[in-house]
C-alpha cells in the first residue's frame, strides 16, 4: 500500500475557494495513482473496463491503504479529465458512506 506521505490527493487548498464543504471532504478521501500490475488484475477481477499498467485511476485513502486494497466501488479509472467529476460522484454514492474502512 502507499504510505500517506507519498499520497497524490484529488484535493488541492483552492478547492475550498469553489466547492461546498462536501465536495471538500470528499476530495480529500480520494486519491490519484497509476495502475499496477496487481490493481490491473483486481480490476479484472471485478469485472471493470480493461485497463493498463499505468493508467492513471482514483481510490478511496482508506481502502488503498488497507489489506485487501481498493476495489469495487473503493477505485475508478475515469476515461477522460472530464469523466473525473462523474466518478467522483459514483464513489460518494456507491462507496463512501459504507467504506469498511473509513
Request: aromatic share 8%; hydrophobic share 35%.
Amino acid at each position: 500500500p502507499p504510505s500517506p506521505s507519498s499520497r497524490v490527493l484529488l484535493a488541492i487548498p483552492e478547492d475550498k475557494e469553489w466547492l461546498s464543504d462536501t465536495d471538500c471532504f470528499i476530495r480529500r478521501q480520494i486519491e490519484v495513482f497509476c495502475a499496477t500490475y496487481e490493481d490491473v488484475q483486481i480490476a479484472l477481477e471485478d469485472r471493470k473496463y480493461p485497463i493498463q499498467e499505468g493508467q492513471v485511476g482514483i481510490r478511496c485513502i482508506h481502502c488503498a491503504m488497507a489489506k485487501d486494497g481498493a476495489n469495487k466501488e473503493a477505485v475508478s479509472y475515469p476515461f477522460s479529465i472530464s469523466g473525473i467529476y462523474e466518478s467522483v460522484r459514483e464513489f460518494q454514492r456507491l462507496h463512501l458512506e459504507t467504506c469498511r474502512n473509513l
